[in-house]
């Protein structure tokens, strides 16, 4: 009686177990994306620039990624950028 | 302003995984997804090449092309972005990409392949920019706070460079341009092999 009680638990277990499953159906339309510069509703916006304005995400993005230049970090060290001729 | 990309300077590289760790803690990616990875080639001989790989953002993306239900789209700075509500989670996606970059997480109590997840150029998904679902779904948007990919901004040694198209191969040609390669590693020779002169039989 006993283990048929513990049978049925573990089917029961087993048959509900479904229901921690996240739904996966399929949307009906694609949604449409705001664009990056328009306001966001994120509260770590980098320092010292607001959402909203094209110009001004564009001059960030422009500025953020001359972080990635050492050369330009580092002052008087740019070398020319004009190509060099080949020997 | 020209097309968001990555470039992986393979001469700085060091293989370190830094990008993959910064982008899997932004975006909170679960276990066994990764969005980002580092390819070594040779590995293990003098002269050993890595180079950091992820979802290239391609300007005829090929997974746009195959998905059968069209979840994908591109914004206008060139981030190929898809719609997690629309996608089913098919893979076709996988076999078309030639970097590997659609990752399928195992999904519910039952492991069941998910939807499919890739690097977002940390530009988000379709829902309001910097919103929980966002989050939930695509991990953080950074374009939208103002800032470049995590990836990219943590590498240390900056080999890995991403942003505007342009800027970013700039700064690459300062690069070989310093190290006195000159102008011989541009073009169709360094891209395809030096021409080979006819031989007359």
Known sequence: MIHRSTVGLALLALAVAGCGEKAQTAGTAKKFDAKAWESSQATYLAAGWKGGDKA???AQMHSRVQGQNEYSRTAGTAPSIAP???P | MARMKFIC???????????????????DVPWGVNRRRVVTLNDGVPGEKSISVACMHCSDAPCMAVCPVDCFYRT???VVL??????IGCGYCSYACPFGAPQFPTNGTFGLRGKMDKCTFCAGGPEANGSAAENEKYGRNRLAEGKLPACAEMCATKALLGGDGD?????FRTRVLQRGKGSEVWG???AY??????TKS
């Open chain 1, 84 to 86: 060099t001729k080949t």
């Open chain 2, 82 to 87: 898809h719609d997690k509500d629309v996608c």
């Open chain 2, 9 to 27: 300077d393979a001469e700085r590289c060091i293989e370190c995984n830094g990008c993959v760790t910064a982008c899997k803690a932004e975006h």
């Open chain 2, 188 to 190: 169709w020779g360094t």
């Open chain 1, 56 to 58: 001004a995400w564009e």
């Open chain 2, 76 to 78: 206008d700075e060139g």
């Open chain 2, 193 to 198: 092999g030096k021409p080979t002169q006819a």
């Open chain 2, 167 to 171: 800027v970013v191969a700039d700064i």
